[in-house]
């Protein structure tokens, strides 16, 4: 069986679920990893019956980032088994698991597990400081181990839709009024406008962004080599005092099995 991970992730904390998931599973090979989340040049690639896809998303306003979405398109399976993982800053994961399940299907894979798992907020990161953690990470290998014996079941349920957590129709995409700048360690090296999956930061005017591209995914916070980026300003401060004071009672993975 050969396994594959695709996965967008902004600040790496879907990466790190996936890989978790991944080292869950037996395998004679090492994983292929299509990491999506900066590439806009992805090929039309084909997955087989005897191949496992585990396909990972942040979640943005409960919801598939647009961006993640549009670029999943690219990957098409012939009834090939795939897990899907969500990640979301403890708030809640709303109809993403939901949405990415249908997307996954639509292109002819057929789901047999998955889970939303908690990481540190992107844009306010007092909220599920310290995730995933150890624990987390047990889950999501443990995740892995049980859908690689699964594939071996025939009681798997092939071509069925899974029972998830969400609603269909999904909700409204909502888009966050916050947006991240430079400040003095700025040097201008670029990364962050290399790195930015919407090409919302110009070169020419690298300590800003534009606001109507930008999907305060926090890339760029992420990876700035002398940690010059941040959101700040007023409205950042009062929502996040106010996203604090809602959403800090930790919360535990969810996950489901296809049977």
Known sequence: MSVSLIYFSATGTTQKIVEAVSNGISSAEKPAIIDITSRTDIPETEFGENDLVIFGVPVYAGRVPAVAAG????????????????????????????????????????????????????????????????????????????????????????GQSPSIKGNRPYREPKKTPLSPKAGRKCNGCGVCADMCPVGAIDKAKIKTCDSGLCISCARCIHVCPRQARHFGGLLYRIAGRKFAKLYSAPKRPYLFYNL
């Open 71 to 158: 670029r999943l398109v690219h990957f098409k399976g012939n009834n090939t088994p795939a897990i899907i993982v969500t990640v979301y800053g403890n708030r809640e994961f709303d109809d993403a698991l939901v949405e990415l399940c249908d997307l996954v299907t639509a292109g002819g894979f057929n789901v047999i597990s998955g889970g939303a798992f908690i990481a540190c907020h992107s844009i306010f990161p007092a909220v599920g400081a310290g995730r995933p953690d150890a624990s987390d990470i047990k889950e999501a290998s443990e995740l892995g181990r049980k859908s690689s014996e699964m594939i071996k079941n025939p009681a798997v349920k092939k």
